[in-house]
């Protein structure tokens, strides 16, 4: 939950913030959570659709009495666009605005009528914080670079204290865990979806499986299609079911990132992949695509294995090339440890704070990358 991160990280010194967000129950726990860090919600507002002017004009009337800053959370480039749509049209009446974009969706490209939506909702907006370079680019297709940032997320320290001390205890990691202690534990983190690739996993497990009898294809999340029953019936037809285990959706996802060998990353195109980062704490070498937010975290041959997008048979060879050579995904997790560490809370919350004196100020960013993300 990257926004209660960044809450509960806000330098009380230097900014008093206070959360507003639609009535939703999935988003009872980001209150709570922000309400145990000293952030008061100051309402549940959602707006449904164009027509509810009703939620307009209540979001309206508390952005325009909001004395500060309001800082958008976009889970994509249409979040919040009825929000948005809701300020003053005219700028001496709009109140300074920020957001923060998450995502690299939609996949296609919207429709005229959307487009123009998205830019004049977007045109609200005096500054943007991407939290990759590629989310950057998409961005920049309706708005100016110049009102870019890059403020990559990042990890609590609990969270990089926790995946440290859990790596030493992989032996009994695994135990409890009910993972054999020989096995070779390529883990797939994220929900079972087509977007998130695991089927092209699951495709390639038998060869693996040839290769490396031993290798155990770990998926960990919620499976909503029945996903995981088809894959598995799949496997044992093709004599890899004993390489294959959905442990579901698990409130320690640590513990089983730190139980893994190699972190497996088939999916599409992300904005800024939090469970890379994890596992580069985790001391885990990471296999990916070379596309979206993962370009911005894993350093080819140092951190992980990136094939060409699309590359089924490239990215076939990086997964046996980890599993062969064990001195290579020690030292890559290693380094990979290191390079996570680079992701703190202070380095990110620097942009952001320089975002907010720019915003008050009416200075646009500088020109070029900002933030901790590398040139």
């Known amino acids: 939950m990257a926004l209660a991160d960044l809450l509960e990280a806000l330098d009380r010194s230097q900014v008093e913030p206070a959360l507003v967000c639609p009535p939703y129950e999935e988003l009872d726990p980001l209150v709570r959570r922000a309400a145990r860090a000293g952030v008061p919600c100051l309402g549940r507002i959602g707006i449904e659709d164009s027509w509810d002017f009703r939620g307009k004009r209540a979001f309206r009337r508390l952005a ?26 005219r700028p001496s009446r709009r109140p300074p605005a920020a957001a923060t974009l998450h995502a690299l969706t939609p996949l296609r490209a919207p429709g005229a009528f959307r487009a123009r939506r998205r830019r004049k909702a977007l045109g609200r907006l005096s500054m943007l914080a991407a939290v990759s370079r590629a989310v950057a680019d998409r961005a920049a297709e309706f708005l100016l670079p110049e009102r870019i940032v890059r403020a990559p997320n990042f990890l609590p320290p609990s969270l990089l204290d926790e995946a ?26 994220g929900p079972l979806s087509r977007h998130k690739g695991q089927e092209l996993l ?54 089983w990132t730190a139980a893994s060998d190699l972190l497996l990353l088939p999916g599409g195109p992300e904005g800024f992949s939090r469970v890379v980062l994890e596992a580069m704490a985790a001391g885990l070498p990471v296999l990916a695509f070379r596309r979206g937010g993962v370009l911005d975290l894993v350093r080819q041959g140092e951190t992980g294995l990136l094939a060409e997008p699309g ?65």
């Open 64 to 89: 325009l009495s909001f004395p500060g800053v309001l800082h958008f959370n976009l889970g994509s480039l249409d979040s919040c666009r009825h929000h948005l749509l809701a300020l003053p049209g």
């Open 164 to 189: 440290r001390r859990l790596s030493r205890e992989k032996a009994a990691l695994r135990a409890r865990l009910g993972i054999p202690g020989d096995a070779l534990v390529g883990l797939c983190s």
């Open 311 to 375: 590359d089924r048979e490239a990215f076939l060879a990086g997964w046996l090339r980890l599993l062969e050579e064990e001195e290579l995904r020690r030292r890559m997790g290693e380094r990979g440890r290191e390079e996570a560490a680079r992701f703190t809370p202070e380095r990110t919350l620097e942009v952001y704070m320089d975002l907010y004196r720019r915003i008050r100020e009416g200075r646009p960013a500088p020109p070029g990358p900002s933030g901790p993300g590398r040139p």
């Open 202 to 255: 699951v495709e390639l497990l038998p060869r693996v499986r040839r290769a490396h009898p031993s290798f155990l294809l770990l998926l960990l999340g919620r499976d909503r299609s029945g996903l995981a029953r088809a894959w598995r019936e799949r496997l044992r037809a093709a004599g890899a079911g004993d390489g294959f285990r959905w442990a579901g959706w698990s409130g320690e996802p640590m513990a």
